[in-house]
Structure formats: C-alpha cells, structure tokens
C-alpha cells in the first residue's frame, strides 16, 4: 500500500480538523510542560533546599515545648523533656534501630577568625552541638575525621548546608564578598575559645580555654545556627566545664563560709547535689536523631514516639504536606486538563472520520482493508500529535523561560539561594511529547475502529440508492 | 476447447432477501431468488430490469461487497463468502474493477490520485513498490488516455471536470490495475447522450482488448466480432428460460468455441480476458453486450431478439 501517498493526500485534505485536534495536542503538552516544569523546578529549586536531606527512615526528635505565641517554654519537667534516661526510652521503642542525642554544649563558646574570607577578624558567640561521627560519617569530606580533638588538637566541625546558602544569599552580597562553595570551606580553621562569651560578660572563676576548630564537611544533620562537634568531644568539655565551675564554686562556698557559718551547712547541702548529677552524665540534650529499621515502620514509629511524650521536628513534615498538597492540585489540574484535551481530539476525530465515511467506503470498496483505513486515520492522528506535541513543548518551554525570568525579576531577595525555579529536564521534554503523539494516536483508534465498523455498501448505498 | 477456468465467477442457488419495510406483517421480499450464474473470461454482460429489481444487490453480491445472501458465489472455485474481511478486500483490490453509477471519486484527490488508488493499495515490498512507482505514471496516462481523458491535466482537480469526464476518471480507476472483471452499475445512467456513447464504447472497447493498456494492439477486432456473433448465437441458445445448469454448461459450450481465445493475443504474450458485467437499462449499452440477463422478481432470464427489445422497451 503506497500508504504515504495517501497520508499526504488526507492530511492535506483534512488540514482544519487537524489543526483543531493539533491545537488541543500543543495546549495539553504546552501545560504537561509548565506544571511539570515549575512542579520539578519548585521542589527541585526551592523545596529541596529548604528542606534537610535525611533519609526518611531518620527522624528528629526535639524537646516537648509550651508555647504561648512565639514564646516556648521547655516543659522537661512534664514528661516530653530529653535527656539520657529519655533516649533509653526511645531506643526501647519498637521499630528503633539506634538513636542519637543532640548534645548542647552547657558553657558558652566564641568563635574567632575569619581573615581568609572575609579580610578581617571578627569574633561571634557560636551555639555548638555535638553529633555521633556514626551519623554523619557520610558527610565528612575525604581526608578529614569526625571523632574527636586531632592528634595536633583541632575540633572537627560540621556546618549546616543550609547555613552555607543562607551566607551566600544573604551575608556574601551585603559585605560584598564573592560566595563560597563547599569545597573552599572545607578545612577553614577558626579559633574558639570555650567559655567565651562575647554577649555575657565573664564570671568571677569561669574557665576558658582556647582551641582551633576546622571545618571537615557540611551537613543536613548539623545545627543551622551554629556548628556541630563530635558528641563525646562535647560530651568531654561540658563534663570539664560543670567541674572546673563546681570546684570554683565550692572554693568560693569555703571562703564564705568562714564569715557564714551559720550558712555553711545549707549551702554544703546544696552543692552535694550537683556532683550527683554529674556523675549521671545528664549532658543538656537540643533533640535527638531515631534511626527506624524500615521505611514502612515510620509511620507506627512516629506515633508511638508522640504517644510517648516526645516531640517531632514537623519542618519537614510540614513542608512535605505543603509539597504533596501543592502536586495533589496541580496533579488534579493536570489530569483535567489532559483529560479535556483527549476528549478534544477524540471527539475532533469523531467528526472528522464522520464526514469522511463516505470516503473510507470508497477506499474500502477499491480493496482497502479495514485495519490499512485505521492505520491510515491513527498515522494522521500520530503526525498529527507529533507536531502538536513538539509545538505544545516548544511553547511550554518558551512559557517556563518567560515564567522564570518574571519570578526573578519581581521576587524579593529570599534567605536561600534559587538557581532555578523552573526545570527543563529532557525526561520532561521527553515525556510531554511522547504524551501528546500518545494522546492524539489514542484519541483516534477508537473513532477509527468505528469508521471501519460500517460495511462499504451500506455507507456507499446511502448515497447511490 | 475452453478450460473449466475460463469461469471466472460462479453463482450457485444464490438467495437474498430483505425485510419488506412497507409491511408491518415483517414479510421478507425476494430479491435474488436462486439465482445461478457463470461468468466467463472475455465476457460482456448486461444484467437489465426495473429500478428495485435489484441489480446493483446482484453486482454487489458478485463482487463480494456483500456476503449477507444465501448459496455461493465461487470464484475460480473458491468460495468468497468463506474468504476473510483481508481476502475480500484483495479480491476487490487485485480481480475486480468498480464504476458505481455515482462516480464514488474521491473529491479532494487529483485526476491521477483518483486513478492510482487500487495502485496505492496493492500490498507491496519495498523493492517492488519503487519499481510500481516507476510504471505508475506511464500506466495511469495509458488509461486515462483509453477512457478518452487524454487531453485532461492529471494533476487536475476532479471537482473541476463535466459528468462524463468524472465518470470516465472512474472507469479509468476500475481498469488501472487491470482487473479480472469490471463491475459496472448504471455506467451511463448520469450522462448525457453523448457522453453515454463515449462510456460504452470505453466498455466496449474494453471488452473488446482487455483491461490492460499494454494488450492495445494484440486483439484484433475481427476476433472479437467473431465473439459477438458467437454469443448472440448463445443467447438464442439460452432464451429458453432462467439460466439452469444446463444452461450455463451451454454457455459454457458456446465460449469454448473459442471466441475469446482471439481476445487473448498470441500465447505467451501478457494479457488480462477482462469480464465486464454491467447494470443497467440503458438500451444502447445492453445491445452492445454479448448476453443480456433480465432481473425480474428475483429471477435472471437471459433476453434477446424480441424478448430483448420488450426488456429494453420496458
């Protein structure tokens, strides 16, 4: 069968149908493209920074809080607060594979540097935590460890990812510094001086200590506002901290008590507590990490660890449900809009095989069999579609572009960097064409099985009598 | 002697029937009622009647458009109606040629598109298709030219020409691919009297060389005289009733004196015996054929002499 001859002959003759059905193709691929491609660029641009990249089997735990308005009160004393005991709990949880504390360093710590960077010396009270090196082993840059103070007596220290970008969007532009990337932080030293204060002034007997910390990798798990230590490090400096402070206090008890007797015995009683407490290595904990062994376990985990007492980071939750709602909508549009657009072409091609019956008849009469007649309206229906399609990815492309160069221009200045708010990924591309050369042949076989139901003589006898 | 394949189709105790819509009772009205009939190679048949007789059914049954009929319908000894969907639209593809009363062009395609259809349809390698190709346009000018369209742009709109020429444009498309038998219903019934001269000579014409272009110059037409005269001789034979089998072995007896062998050309040589069965009550097309089959209240009686002129008259 001389099968192009005829496709020619028919797609010409049939031009203004097939742009109507063309038409429907390049609207549905051009808003396939659009919300797929702001979709992806969202979550990819703007979601996936924002939120922390831990795998969804870990979750994080915080200390059961009050609040009244923007004022949280710890309510530790009420069962949801967390410390040792409260992690022994958690890991006897079913489910719980390990946990990890969010050790609190207990003392205050300046940070000091940053010549390199930014060409002068400034000094920051810094909010430090200490992580296991199990958990963030994975974030640790080659070359560098994550256990504890190094041989030459540097601290590892892990920076938040995010804390990179909030410098760069915010901080870089107003001093006017060029940004940093990952790599060039990696092994920046800076001094801290523990027990250091630069917003508290110093009490009489506090210790302070200085070392040089340097920076070994960024991490999701890390502390966004400060820098996280190893766990045992910080484990071993608020151990230090709470004695050097005790043994100072209880000298300054001594001598008062020589011009106090009659107080001595109360305060002696006082301070036999605080060695106890102590000894039970009751570090402050900011929250903690649980491993569950299954991904299909964190729902049950997660309830059982609430029924508990105990308190989730909702951020990610929250922001996910924000991100399942949004797709779920434009999920919904989406299938409208592509559900109209089948509809279009199939009703189009209804019509238009309807004025051509009479005409496949022919055909049909001159030999054609009925599977060539209905290869020959889906090929129309495919070339058809391709064109669409291409049209509809093209314009959808031209729309993200335009869409991406507003939202910058209009967008105000965000504490996270965008790259990108849309994304032109060939998979995209790829499968909005192929839906619209799908859709335009889908939406034609069934008009063309019924274009070929007809027996010839009784379609070509309604003409002739 | 003519070989049992000179029978190019065969209908045996074919019955068809539709329900009678004027009628409430549900009765059924006869429209072909037993009908037996052979069709030879070389053949030119009329099949003449009143307009509801039937003859576009009978045509339609015969060429295998329709299968809804009781009885067989053989060609070359094979059943059509046990052929598949696929097999039937070959036969018509490949063995037969259609001119319908209404032209059935298609509108949008050009003189030489119209032409080439069954060409397009022919299921062909690759290879064999660039080789059709290549003859393509050569043959189509030759058919266009025998229909008397020589002077007509091929690449002209079929939307453009007169009755005639549209009628011609179909017979040209019956012929391209040189069928086995031409199928014609009501040819002339649309045309002017000229034009109507212009289409039974082409039927004529084909009858006479065969359908295919390249076979001009092999049958002479003192051969095909001799064809007619044999046949008249044949219809006197069978003027003695419906056609029984007797009948068509007679028939069969009068072709095998060996008539058609002169429209056959020299042994050897490429050649398409083209049967024509035509519909029609156009008396100038019936007395150009061979045999004149009157349809009647679902028989076919086979007319001449008088009986021929009264059927004509009617």
Redesign the interface.
């Known amino acids: 069968m001389r099968f192009a001859m005829l496709l020619r002959t028919e797609l010409r003759r049939s031009w203004r149908r097939l742009l109507v059905v063309s038409m429907a193709v390049v609207a549905s691929v051009s808003t396939l493209t659009v919300l797929g491609g702001l979709g992806l660029g969202v979550y990819s641009g703007v979601v996936e920074p924002l939120l922390p990249r831990l795998p969804l089997r870990l979750l994080k735990i915080e200390p059961r809080a009050v609040s009244i308005g923007p004022i949280a009160f710890d309510v530790a004393s009420l069962g949801g607060g967390l410390d040792d005991r409260a992690l022994e709990r958690l890991r006897a949880l079913k489910g719980v594979d390990a946990v990890y504390p969010i050790v609190a360093a207990s003392f205050p710590m300046r940070a000091v540097g940053g010549e390199g960077f930014i060409g002068r010396r400034i000094q920051t009270d810094v909010f430090a935590t200490g992580l296991s090196s199990e958990l963030v082993h994975d974030d640790v840059s080659a070359g560098y460890t994550f256990d504890d103070v190094d041989a030459e007596g540097r601290v590892p220290v892990l920076v938040a990812r995010r804390l990179l970008e909030l410098y760069n969007t915010t901080v870089a532009p107003a001093i006017d510094k060029p940004r940093l990337s990952s790599e060039a932080l990696i092994g920046f030293e800076f001094e801290l001086v523990l027990g250091a204060s630069v917003a508290r002034a110093a009490q009489t007997g506090d210790p302070m200590v200085r070392h040089v910390a340097r920076i070994v990798g960024l991490s999701d798990h890390a502390n966004l506002v400060g820098i996280t230590i190893p766990e045992k490090t910080l484990r071993r400096w608020n151990r230090w901290w709470a004695e050097t402070r005790r043994g100072e206090t209880q000298r300054a008890e001594t001598r008062r008590a020589e011009t106090r007797r009659a107080e001595a015995s109360r305060a002696e009683a006082s301070r036999a507590e605080r060695p106890r407490a102590s000894e039970r290595d009751d570090d402050p904990l900011s929250g903690a990490f649980v491993r569950i062994e299954d991904e299909a376990l964190v729902g049950e985990v997660s309830a059982a660890i609430e029924r508990a007492g105990f308190r989730m980071d909702e951020t990610p939750k929250l922001l996910g449900v924000a991100v399942n709602v949004g797709l779920i909508v434009s999920g919904l549009f989406l299938f409208v809009v592509i559900g109209l657009a089948v509809l279009t072409i199939a009703q189009a091609f209804f019509l238009l095989l309807r004025e051509r019956r009479f005409d496949f008849a022919i055909l049909r009469a001159l030999g054609a069999r009925r599977k060539d007649v209905r290869a020959l309206v889906v090929s129309e229906a495919a070339v058809v579609g391709a064109l669409g399609a291409v049209g509809g990815a093209t314009l959808g492309v031209g729309l993200l572009l335009g869409l991406e160069a507003w939202f910058f221009a209009k967008l105000p200045r965000l504490p996270v960097q965008l790259d990108h708010v849309v994304s032109l990924s060939p998979g995209l591309l790829i499968g909005a064409v192929g839906f619209g050369f799908m859709a335009s042949s889908l939406g034609a076989v069934v008009p063309a099985m019924m274009a070929t139901r007809e027996a010839p003589l009784d379609v070509l006898r309604g003409s002739s009598g | 002697m003519l070989s049992s394949n000179d029978v190019l189709l065969e209908l045996v105790r074919v019955q068809k029937s539709f329900l009678d819509g004027e009628t409430s009772s549900g009765a059924r009205r006869t429209i072909l009622g037993g009908i037996d009939l052979e069709v030879h190679a070389g053949a030119l048949m009329a099949i003449v009647g009143a307009s509801g007789a039937g003859k576009?059914t009978l045509l339609?049954v015969m060429s295998g458009?329709?299968v809804v009929f009781d009885g067989e319908v053989r060609l070359n000894g094979r059943a059509i109606k046990a052929m598949s969907?696929?097999e039937r639209?070959?036969?018509?593809?490949?063995a037969f040629g259609?001119v319908?009363?209404?032209f059935?062009l298609?509108e949008?395609?050009t003189v030489a598109?119209n032409v080439?259809?069954?060409?397009?349809?022919?299921?062909?390698s690759a290879k064999s298709?660039k080789r059709a190709?290549d003859d393509e346009t050569d043959r189509i000018r030759e058919v266009l030219d025998r229909v008397g369209l020589g002077d007509v742009s091929p690449s002209a709109s079929v939307r453009r020409l007169s009755g005639g020429e549209r009628q011609r444009v179909a017979m040209a498309?019956a012929i391209v691919h040189r069928p086995h038998i031409l199928f014609a219903?009501e040819p002339t019934g649309n045309l002017d009297d000229a034009t109507s001269a212009l289409v039974i000579s082409v039927l004529d014409d084909l009858r006479r060389r065969g359908s295919a272009p390249s076979d001009r110059g092999t049958h002479g037409d003192g051969g095909t005289h001799g064809d007619r005269g044999k046949h008249a001789d044949r219809s006197k034979d069978a003027d003695r009733g419906a056609l029984g089998d007797g009948g068509m072995h007679g028939d069969r007896g009068a072709l095998g004196d060996g008539g058609m062998h002169g429209d056959r050309g020299a042994p050897g040589e490429h050649s398409v015996r083209c049967a024509v069965v035509v519909a029609t009550h156009d008396p100038r097309l019936a007395r150009r054929c061979d045999r004149v089959l009157r349809l009647e209240k679902g028989r076919l009686e086979e007319v001449a002499g008088d009986a021929l002129r009264d059927a004509l008259a009617d």
């Open positions: 576009s339609s458009l329709d969907d696929d639209a070959r036969l018509r593809n490949e259609f319908f009363q209404s059935h298609l949008h395609l598109q080439a259809l069954p060409l397009w349809l022919v299921k062909r298709s190709t498309r219903d």
